[in-house]
């Protein structure tokens, strides 16, 4: 095994600490002098990071931050011997740590009691002599699951934020790193993890007698001009930890009006999981489909095939119920118009099962389409609204209306108990689970299909009616995602 030496801090490292341990029982004080910033701050990590959850702080100050995310779990660590103290005093509900990320022996007592659903790194990185490293060890307290946070000040603002020390409007810091976004990108990539979501806050970090709460809703997070903001976030996630492995799976297919294509979906859905089911879920169809659905399931006895109506109205009911239902691991939604080949389904699974995604949404808008397949309004008016969708969701959207969406079974339970932040607000279901996935930080990719006319029924888009919808849920997202 070999020789590492004993771990010392660096010259300019342990004069920072000797700064905090100093400042550590002004600390508070400090924070109470900018209340606006610190505020809207902690809100943001509130939305990034849900609560209950099993939270590390990598230099956690007092414990501010941690106590504010409300974990079932909260360990905070910081190599300031006196913010830990202050820590105990105001969180003792939690639990600190002496130490030092980049000391070899601090990652393996924290590596005993992970792994940690959320790893925070608030202005961390600023203060490390080999970030890199560190980011490296981190993946000794991972697991698939976990989400690195790292929150940070663009380095553009690095002049007036110096003013703002220097006038003792802001604490002292020390010599710190000033690192870009696309800077942690890379080290985040040479440490292992695969970015998911950025964002960009707080053009103003003074409320200016709500002129800048104004600014920061409405304008800060427009595109270009979030460049421009004070604080920078990125999540990302292990990609050492992912690992292939065999997964079950249920395939739903929401179904009203749609009798002829019953059997068909049957017929035509590959065998590709070691535990298949298919949970039909029927909406209160005028054209026999449930009693056809019912004839299929005793047609196919060696088949494991589910029947169920739904509750309510709409297709976000239906795929509620049919999910509540469901056995496998891996639930994947088919829309009974086959209009997206069933053939297809087993490449959604595959990147599931091989740790690529968590969330895998289908686009129609890579291949061409069968003449009739989507109306000319119709379109176009879903390329505009998966543009604005992308901005929204900080991540790449082309097609957010594709029937087809596949996710886990645990990050669909994620998503359910944390529904009551969007509320019972999605009558279409695609929203629901993406806004939730977005949410949750979930890895999201999308898969091309080839899209088909109908062969049976017509279609249950109304273009006007849900045009309207469409746009409602670009303003209730705004408000959800952007304008916190």
């Not at 535990?275 to 039909?280: G, H, R, S, Y």
Request: with cysteine; aromatic share 10%; charged share 25%.
């Amino acid at each position: 095994m070999p020789f590492e030496p004993a771990f010392q801090p660096s010259a300019r490292k342990s004069d920072i600490r000797a700064l905090f341990d100093r400042l550590a029982p002004e600390r508070e004080r400090w924070i109470d002098r900018n209340p606006y910033f610190h505020r809207n701050d902690l809100s943001y990590m509130r939305f990034l990071v849900p609560p209950g959850q099993k939270v590390l702080d990598l230099g956690c100050g007092t414990g501010r931050l941690l106590a504010a995310l409300e974990p079932v779990e909260g360990v905070g660590v910081d190599f300031s011997a006196e913010m830990v103290a202050e820590a105990r005093k105001l969180h003792p509900d939690l639990d600190f740590l002496e130490g030092d990320l980049e000391d070899p022996a601090l990652i393996d007592t924290l590596a005993a009691r992970g792994p940690f659903d959320a790893i925070i790194l608030s202005d961390t990185l600023g203060y490390l002599d080999d970030c890199q490293t560190a980011l490296e060890r981190l993946q000794a307290l991972s697991g698939p699951e976990t989400r690195i946070v790292i929150a940070h000040y663009s380095h553009l603002w690095e002049p007036p934020l110096k003013l703002a020390t220097a006038t003792r409007s802001r604490m002292p810091s020390g010599q710190i790193n000033w690192l870009s976004s696309a800077e942690i990108l890379n080290l985040l990539s040479l440490g292992g993890f695969e970015p998911i979501k950025r964002e960009w806050r707080m053009a103003v970090p003074y409320r200016l007698f709500g002129l800048g709460s104004l600014i920061n809703r409405f304008l800060a997070p427009l595109p270009v001009i979030r460049r421009l903001c004070l604080r920078h976030y990125v999540v990302a996630r292990s990609a050492d930890k992912q690992e292939a492995r065999a997964m079950s799976c249920s395939v739903v297919v929401p179904c009203r009006n749609e009798k002829g294509n019953i059997e068909a979906a049957v017929q035509r859905l590959p065998q590709f999981a070691p535990d298949q089911e298919i949970v039909f879920v029927e909406g209160h169809s005028s054209d026999g489909t449930w009693d056809e659905v019912l004839r299929v399931r005793d047609a196919y006895p060696d088949l494991k095939i589910t029947c169920l109506q739904q509750p309510g109205k709409g297709k976000g009911d239906a795929v509620r119920a049919a999910f509540d239902a469901a056995s496998g691991d891996v639930l994947i939604i088919l829309d009974a118009d086959l209009t997206v080949p069933p053939e297809d389904i087993p490449k959604f699974h595959r990147l599931i099962e091989r740790g690529k995604a968590e969330f895998v949404n289908g686009t129609r808008f890579v291949y061409p389409m069968e003449r009739e397949a989507m109306r000319f309004l119709n379109y176009w008016a879903n390329r505009v609204f998966a543009s604005i969708f992308s901005y929204l969701l900080n991540q790449t959207f082309t097609d957010t209306l594709c029937g087809t969406k596949v996710l886990t079974r645990s990050a669909y339970r994620r998503i359910a108990a944390n529904r009551d932040y969007f509320g019972e607000f999605d009558p279409f279901g695609d929203f629901d689970l993406i806004f939730g996935a977005a949410r949750l930080n979930l890895k999201i990719v999308e898969v091309p299909v080839r899209y088909a006319a109908r062969s049976y029924g017509s279609t249950q888009i109304s273009r006007f009616r849900h045009g309207w919808l469409l746009l409602r849920m670009v303003l209730f997202a705004y408000r959800k995602l952007k304008a916190l």
